[in-house]
């Protein structure tokens, strides 16, 4: 299982990393909520509604959720109002969400790289702890620009590594040693929650990340640290026309 697992991460193909990951995310759907919520010591909850401070009003217009997992920031994005489109590629997750009343929009099986909706069609993209799983972020950057309408907004919530050496220290920590473990016996999956744990390390720097999302058209990047650092929440926009 282990060498399984090292191959599945270290092949270079990206198709093959996808079906790996989604197989853990499908694996990982009974107690994905509990563990969310335990591990981040609550935390999640108030960083997604977080989101709302840093973003244009958003009832009424199209909204997608990508990589919604159990819909979580779904159900957030419903009751501010938008109508929204909920993505991801994890068939179990998406049942979940359904099963707990969280997504009550359009819920979408589709890869978060190569989405299946017009140009132009969305005010507003959203991925919460998504982004550092996807092998291909060029190509995600690229066909979420697409299908955000001009003057849409991108909002990215994701767990990176802290900047302040001792916080990052003690972060390091529990990534190495508590998270795997705790994830691991509540779960019944310790390697994905040490792959999990391992994603945010390996994660590219948030300065590149900026990078990379002006070098696609997106305009006006700003991150917002949340909690010591520990997570991050980027705005960008497609400039208007
Ligand atoms: C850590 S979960 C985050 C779920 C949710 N956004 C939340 O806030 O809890 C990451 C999700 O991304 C999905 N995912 C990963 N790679 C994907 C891809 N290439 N296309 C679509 N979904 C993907 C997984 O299936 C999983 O549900």
């Known amino acids: ?33 509990l563990l969310n919520h335990v591990l981040s010591f609550g935390a999640d909850i108030f960083w997604r509604k977080n989101i709302f401070r840093h973003i244009n009003e958003i009832k009424g217009s199209p909204a997608i959720d990508i990589c919604c997992g159990t819909g979580d920031l779904s159900l957030l994005l419903y009751k501010k109002g938008a109508k929204v489109v909920s993505l991801d590629f994890s068939l179990n997750m998406l049942k979940k969400g359904m099963t707990k009343n969280a997504l009550r929009g359009q819920s979408v099986s589709a890869d978060a790289c190569l989405m299946p909706f017009k140009s132009n069609t969305f005010t507003l993209a959203t991925i919460a ?80 990340l900026k990078i990379m999302l002006e070098r696609y058209g997106f305009k006006r ?21």
């Open 1 to 33: 299982m282990t060498a399984n697992i090292s191959y599945e991460i270290n092949n270079k193909d990206p198709e093959d990393k996808k079906r790996f990951i989604r197989r853990m995310f499908d694996s990982i759907v009974p107690t994905y909520d």
């Open 221 to 241: 990047v700003v991150f917002y640290p949340q909690t010591f650092g520990v997570a991050t929440i980027v705005v960008c926009e497609k400039e208007a026309l």
């Open 129 to 208: 702890f998504g982004i550092r799983n996807l092998p291909d972020i060029d190509n995600f950057i690229q066909d979420v620009f697409r299908v955000l309408a001009p003057g849409g907004q991108l909002g990215i919530l994701e767990l990176v590594r802290p900047k302040n050496k001792i916080i990052g220290k003690i972060h390091s920590y529990y990534l190495g040693a508590i998270l795997p473990l705790v994830g691991g016996v509540v779960s019944g999956r310790m390697l994905a929650y040490r792959y999990l744990a391992k994603t945010i390390n390996t994660f590219v720097d948030q300065s590149d």
